[in-house]
């Protein structure tokens, strides 16, 4: 078992070396059985995706990689003993206490808490009954912290956000307006008539956009969320204003441009990165949607300080935070 862990001492020195540690962790019998398991869903991952999918599978060796760490730690007397003694309810709880309090990181962070947030537990137990089903043993699930989403801020930023765009497209003509651009106000043109996730956002084809002089549409698959496995997604066709209809057909035009540069298989999809990036032209995963996001959002909070403007909160930088203000006002106004 290899673990990314980087223990420091109270002077902020490497006090003991991560091989070290790792040498401890890996002569544990239950570590080489939780090893062995992690190899099967690595297997399923490869053929299966579907039902170990590649975050599923990030998850699982997060917590594996942190039950080797918290073994030396001392977690029952028997922990190290076999997979059954380390998933028991005394090690468990142990374990939870320790990744908890931020004892478990790989790496020290800047914050004033290190503590893990309730999320964080979540994922811990259920990887943990993952790896009790697989092995086919008992398993007594702890409690789950309560589902909790961070809170929404004020609809206005969106408007800013929104303003921020357009002023930035602005100055430029048509013709020399940077791809980044004309696909930032047809993606955020998008976010505020879809409310699509990043996941949804990414997944999006180009056959999934109708835009004719009768029709402006477009289709969304709705992921399952909060754990329902085993739901079918749900597609909605959602019905375009002709100024986001028009920004599409924009975006549309460069999109074809792009892909003409590229060599091999045009890409289906219908968000692609834009110069300056290397890999202009290929589909663009949520990793850099949200990069991207970001990037705006912090770009209109330097403009309300710069202003001087009083407020409590800030320009959300999270993607769903956001995503999740638009529907929280959305649904404000439907009940009305």
Known sequence: MTSPVRNFSASGDRSTPAVALRAVASTASAIVELE????????????AKDVVSDSRLQQLEWVASEL????????????GDSLEDLLA????HAYLLLGRGGYLRSMPIVSTDPTSVDASERIRIY??????????????????????????????YADLITKHLETDAEQWTEVDRPDVIVRGLAMWGVMREALPRLGELESMLLDDLTLTADV??????RQPQGGLRGRMPEPETITLTPDTARRLEDWTKRRTELITRLHGSA???????????PDSGVPIHRRGISKWYKKVADAVQKKQD?????????VPT???????????QRQAHEDA
């Open 36 to 47: 062995r398991v992690l190899d099967v869903f690595r297997t399923v991952n490869r053929t």
């Open 68 to 79: 080797a760490i918290a073994l030396p730690l001392g977690l029952s007397e028997t922990a």
């Open 89 to 92: 309810p005394d090690a468990v």
């Open 127 to 156: 990887c943990l009954e993952a790896f009790a089903r697989h092995a086919r043993l008992p398993f007594e699930a702890p409690e789950l912290p309560p589902m909790t989403l961070r809170p929404t801020v004020s609809p206005r």
């Open 216 to 221: 402006r549409t477009l289709a969304l698959i």
């Open 267 to 277: 890409p289906r999809h219908l968000w692609l990165s834009t110069p300056p990036h």
């Open 306 to 314: 710069a202003a001087g403007v009083a407020e409590e909160d800030l």
């Open 318 to 328: 999270r993607w769903e935070t956001m995503r999740r203000t638009l529907l929280a």
